[in-house]
């Protein structure tokens, strides 16, 4: 299963505090086409209307160009949000046995590679019991009303950006930094 899947429940009740506060925003899930069904359903039971859910590359990338704020999973999406100057946070939540696992096989501070590459939270990690929908809409509020930490993160983002820019391959530059942060 899908971890958009996993995280509606949590999702769908994060954007229902966030419509309390601001009824403006329209919230975009990006998923694979053969889920795209099953997202549309569930946001359809929940009756929630100020959602579209796209599966196309490049109308995510259009939507992302044009976003106020974004919400990933960890994983490469984080770097093209970054590279858009996006201010974002990252959820991410899976089963307790694999967690567990994946703590016992790695061992690193954070989830996301910007954090990892930075040795430090530029991008806030919503991970396992602390993605719930409270903490993600508590965190976008403060986002949302504090422009100062906009900037900084932005800031952040292109000191991180600059740092693996290369003529090498970027899975290449990548993997030095991590190399260097991880060992």
Same mark, same amino acid.
């Given at each position: ?25 329209? *919230? ?29 590359? =490049? ?14 999973k960890s994983g490469t999406v984080s770097l093209e949000?970054?590279?858009? !100057? ?17 703590? $016992? $096989?790695?061992?690193?501070? *954070?989830? !996301? ?5 930075? !040795?430090? =939270? ?11 929908? $409270?903490?993600?809409?508590?965190? *976008? ?5 504090? =422009?100062? $930490?906009? !900037? ?32």
């Open positions: 299963m899908s971890e958009i899947i996993t995280l509606m429940p949590i999702i769908i009740s994060f954007i229902k505090l966030s419509q309390n506060d601001r009824n403006d925003l329209t *919230f975009v899930f990006h998923t694979i086409k053969n889920l795209k069904a099953k997202v549309n359903n569930y946001i359809i039971d929940q009756n929630i209307d100020s959602c579209e859910i796209v599966s196309d590359e =490049e109308i995510k990338k259009s939507i992302l160009s044009n976003s106020i704020f974004a919400i990933a949000i970054c590279n858009l !100057n996006i201010p974002s946070i990252i959820i991410y939540k899976i089963n307790f046995i694999n967690f567990f696992i994946i703590k $016992l $096989l790695i061992n690193v501070k *954070f989830a !996301n590679i910007v954090n990892i590459i930075s !040795n430090y =939270e530029v991008i806030p990690e919503l991970l396992q019991s602390k993605c719930n929908a $409270l903490n993600i809409y508590e965190k *976008f509020k403060l986002f949302m009303t504090d =422009e100062n $930490l906009r !900037n900084k993160q932005i800031l952040e983002y292109k000191k991180i950006l600059k740092q693996i820019k290369t003529d090498v391959s970027p899975s290449k530059k990548i993997s030095e930094i991590l190399s260097k942060n991880l060992y």
